[in-house]
């Protein structure tokens, strides 16, 4: 018998006090908002050629200020991360019937901006140990329709780049890295997004710095940079002006970021470093707490690596106590007060589910109802079979349990507090066990 009763079982909680809320918006921000609101142009671009066919001031500051800051020869602004995922796709030329190599571990975005394009995902199995795409599998996916791998830094991990540009340069394929949840992570000493041939980064409200709505397309590639720049605007009025040979993938769209939210980027830029330090004294703190207990494994951080903990994503596996994860979880998670909003949540049980289990893969329906894109090759029948990828499958049903508790308002003695919260329930899984909870 342990001496302290879980609050699962009527116990006392290990702690009462509320979790500081986030606070994403200061003076700062509001000060460089006002500034663009007094001048009247809250969106400069124009969709043909000239002086604001690149955008407003704004725009190009926010651009010109990442580039420099992280190293990256070209950023191009977007109104979300999942439209510049959109663009990158575009630029890198996927056509209908082309095959990308994909994680099934990440959100749905990374995949559907394949789709729009006309090109089929292929999903190849994540490592157990960064949950990125093991560049093993990618090989073994490839085919002679293979055009592109797009990969995610999950969590905020970098994937393995080195064995996924061998791969890429051997088969000639080019990355996508879709850094969403990765701004500040370094992969070898070099910041993750165009570690291979374009990438970017997403600022919706939830990721580590926000515009509301945003995303940065980053690349060194000029050639690429102009087609991002065309998709993003209306590229089918400009072809003559920059003299495009292939015309291909450049009609465009409109995907321009406003000036209100590049002046909010401007300022919510600064905070990157600070943050993803923060983040990771908080992840050392209980990666070293975690490492005394049974049954959890802290996230790898391997080396040369700057995790930019998104989240803090731990495994549990259930054979050590026999107690299943959502059991163990919710016993956690009644350790401490309810949460507020998604980021207060304590715990999370595994992650987006295998993208491939989605409807859309299952029936291979997504632009219009006669299975385009899979139809562009006939002699080839695409299946989403379960098992596919089954480490992912595994980590989603069974293993990974990740913590928003790793955010800027957070302290580390609110990250003791989970340490001991995990701590308890350990102490008392013998009673959690017997009491058969539904
Ligand atoms: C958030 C996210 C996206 C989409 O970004 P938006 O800016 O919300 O469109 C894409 N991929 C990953 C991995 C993400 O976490």
Not at 311 to 336: F, H, N, Q, T, W
């Amino acid at each position: 018998m342990s001496i302290i009763k879980l609050a699962i079982l009527g116990g006392d909680p290990i702690r009462k006090k509320p979790f500081a809320l986030r606070k994403t918006v200061g003076a700062k921000e509001i000060a460089a908002v006002n500034e663009v609101m007094e001048s009247g142009n809250i969106s400069l671009f124009f969709g043909s050629p000239g002086d604001f066919f690149l955008g407003g001031p704004a725009v190009k500051k926010f651009e010109k200020k990442w580039a420099q800051k992280y190293g990256f020869k070209h950023c191009i602004s977007t109104n979300s991360w999942t439209t510049g995922l959109m663009t990158a796709v575009g630029a890198v030329g996927v056509e209908p019937g082309d095959e990308v190599i994909c994680t099934p571990y990440t959100m749905s975005a990374s995949a559907t901006s394949i789709l729009f394009y006309g090109g089929i995902p292929i999903f190849a199995d994540i490592e157990d140990e960064t949950f990125n795409l093991d560049p093993a599998k990618i090989e073994e996916k490839i085919t002679a329709r293979t055009k592109a791998i797009m990969v995610a830094h999950i969590f905020g991990h970098s994937a393995d780049m080195d064995g996924i540009i061998k791969v890429a340069q051997k088969h000639n394929l080019k990355i996508i890295e879709d850094g969403a949840q990765s701004p500040g992570a370094k992969y070898k000493d070099r910041y993750v997004g165009a570690l291979a041939d374009i990438g970017g980064f997403s600022f919706n409200y939830h990721k580590h710095i926000h515009t509301g709505e945003g995303g940065l397309i980053v690349t060194n590639d000029d050639a690429l940079a102009l087609r991002c720049q065309m998709i993003r605007n209306h590229g089918e009025n400009a072809i003559e002006e920059f003299n495009l040979k292939d015309i291909s993938n450049v009609i465009g769209a409109n995907y321009r970021m406003t000036e209100l939210q590049a002046a909010m980027g401007q300022v919510q830029m600064d905070n990157v470093e600070g943050y993803v330090s923060h983040r990771n004294e908080l992840a050392s703190h209980l990666s070293k707490r975690l490492g005394a207990f049974k049954g959890f494994t802290a996230p790898a951080i391997k080396p040369g690596c700057v995790h930019s903990f998104y989240v803090y994503a731990m495994k549990y596996d259930e054979s050590v106590y026999g107690v299943p994860r959502d059991l163990i979880a919710r016993a956690i998670s009644a350790e401490m007060p309810t949460p507020e909003n998604w980021e207060q949540e304590i715990l999370v049980q595994g992650y987006s589910k295998p993208l491939y289990w989605s409807p859309v893969y299952q029936q291979k329906i997504a632009l219009g109802k006669k299975g385009f894109p899979w139809n562009q090759n006939p002699t080839v029948k695409y299946e989403y079979p379960r098992g596919l990828c089954p480490t992912a499958e595994r980590m989603h049903l069974k293993e990974v349990l990740y913590s928003p508790l790793i955010r800027e308002a957070i302290t580390l003695e609110d990250i003791e507090d989970l340490a001991r919260a995990i701590e308890k329930v350990i102490s008392g899984i013998v009673e959690l066990r017997d009491a058969k909870l539904k």
